[in-house]
């Protein structure tokens, strides 16, 4: 009587036991549509190369990293992103610690070797990285921080073969570099376009992390036009980059190198999920130019930009945010000269829409020196078009005007705004190059909310200019409590628009 319930149950758990095995089976067959990235390696993968730097010491030296030096690109990646030196108990440690082999031929700074030379000295390794090759005859593109303050830089191939590279060119405000080595017949890489990057696609890396060379990683773009305070916008992914992988390419589905690995966001010195490629399209622009002159020439019209808040967009009568905010004008510049403002709003560069501030330093920096160009500008609630002259950057120059110490504080500020202010003295504005505007003197209310301060300079309320305490006074009488006003601040010699809403006149806050 009890056999025949048994066997119904061993039965029935035969056909359980078998369910997972089949739900796994028919899981399986997505599985199949994954990418397969081996053949791309096979075609890439030979033209990326390992990069790695030395700086010589003397051999009164102590052994170890030279006075002030660090440990490559890891010491790099903490001060790009951490603003702090690698921990001395990290140097020379772990995969990157095969860098402290010198280059063959080369006396080592530990056995206090010389070079032949009266002084005494050795290389000591200063640095790893990754690049790639962009011609059959040697030159290699990396990035410009990966080959920084290099005596030496070391390319080595796939085949093992290593040589020693001349430095063609470095330009900072983008981190690209061009080094070349004397070859010939080498791989190449194909350079694909950047614009045609989509968000969600697959990409694979090829580099050297902490000094592992030939090492693949992959992900998806993240984003694109990620804005990093730098002078490119980045390719965002999630793939996998350490440092080591600087100047190594990141690769599309059809084998094109898309972008430059630059940079990751970290919080752990490690890897986070966050990886910032430049695009190869500005790369190539660059590069060209390293090859050609040794440097890059760009153009500038002597302005400071910020973004336009929703906020600014509103109190102007902007239909949306959009445009980069002049917030300073060098007088004798170019956009000086060509009648630009403090306050301006830029909205077109030649005919190209100004989308956000980011925009308008590469459209200016991509524009010939000389070259005339029209700049469309939204000022007091209009449109108007200006005619500059675009001048060559100049390293280290930018806007400045100078500041006065606040003078002492006023009866307490009682308007709709919570300023009270005072008049410039001629002397003032000759040294703030201003000609017109009042200071700030106390602060309450509605302006000190939103961050105003003594020593400020009021240079418009909405589109109204300010010529004077009295008329400062007459203007904010007027204002609308029900309505934003945007009032344009100078401050350390920058301008930008600061909107709030006027308290009611009764309100004393």
Not at 147 to 165: P, S
Not at 271 to 292: C, H, K, N, W
Not at 495 to 504: G, K, T
């Amino acid at each position: 009587m009890t056999i025949f319930p048994v066997r119904k149950f061993l039965a029935a758990v035969a056909m359980a036991a078998c369910l997972p095995f089949a739900s796994l089976d028919a899981s399986a067959a997505p599985a199949a549509n994954l990418p397969d990235f081996t053949d791309l390696v096979d075609k890439v993968g030979p033209a990326v190369v390992n990069i790695r730097t030395t700086t010589r010491v003397s051999s009164d030296q102590p052994g170890g990293l030279p006075s002030g030096s660090d440990d490559g690109d890891m010491s790099e990646f903490f001060r790009r992103f951490f603003g702090i030196p690698l921990p001395q108990g990290q140097q020379g440690q772990g995969p990157q610690g095969q860098q402290d082999v010198p280059p063959p031929d080369d006396s080592s700074p530990d056995n206090g070797g010389d070079n032949g030379d009266n002084g005494g000295g050795g290389e000591q390794s200063s640095g790893v990285g990754s690049g790639f090759i962009l011609s059959s005859d040697g030159y290699v593109m990396t990035n410009a921080h990966v080959v920084d303050g290099a005596d030496n830089i070391y390319v080595t191939l796939t085949d093992k073969r290593e040589f020693k590279a001349r430095l063609i060119g470095v330009d900072d405000r983008t981190d690209v570099a061009v080094v070349k080595i004397d070859a010939s017949n080498l791989p190449v890489v194909t350079i694909g376009d950047s614009n045609k990057v989509r968000v969600g696609e697959w990409v694979v890396a090829i580099g050297s992390p902490f000094g592992l060379e030939n090492t693949v990683t992959a992900g998806i773009v993240s984003a694109k036009g990620r804005d990093t305070g730098d002078y490119l916008p980045f390719i965002q992914t999630d793939v996998a980059v350490n440092p080591g992988n600087s100047g190594g390419p990141l690769i599309d589905m059809d084998g094109e190198v898309i972008g430059i690995n630059s940079q990751i966001y970290s919080r752990t010195g490690g890897f986070m999920g966050i990886s910032f490629a430049i695009p190869i399209d500005e790369a190539m622009r660059v590069a060209d130019q390293l090859e050609t002159t040794g440097r890059v020439i760009r153009g500038r019209i002597a302005v400071a930009v910020g973004e336009v808040t929703s906020d600014v967009a509103d109190s102007l009568g902007l239909p949306r945010a959009e445009g980069a905010l002049v917030s300073s004008v060098e007088p004798d510049g170019p956009a000086g000269q060509a009648g630009v403002l403090p306050g301006d709003i830029i909205l077109k560069f030649n005919g190209q829409t100004v989308d956000a501030a980011t925009d308008l330093p590469r459209m200016v920096g991509d524009t010939k020196p000389g070259t005339q160009a029209t700049i469309t500008v939204w000022r007091k609630g209009q449109t108007r078009d200006l005619t500059v002259t675009v001048a060559e950057i100049q390293s280290g120059k930018s806007a400045k005007t100078g500041q006065k110490k606040p003078p002492a504080p006023a009866p307490r500020a009682s308007n709709a705004l919570g300023l009270a202010v005072s008049d410039l003295s001629a002397d003032q504005l000759k040294a703030l190059k201003l000609h017109g505007g009042v200071q700030v003197v106390a602060v309450e209310g509605p302006a000190a909310r939103v961050g105003l301060q003594k020593g400020d300079v009021i240079l418009r309320v909405g589109d109204t200019d300010i010529t004077s305490a009295r008329q400062f006074e007459a203007v904010t009488a007027r204002l609308d409590p029900q309505k934003m006003v945007a009032l344009l601040v100078q401050r350390g010699g920058n301008a930008q628009f600061v909107p709030l809403r006027p308290r009611a006149s009764e309100q004393k806050n």
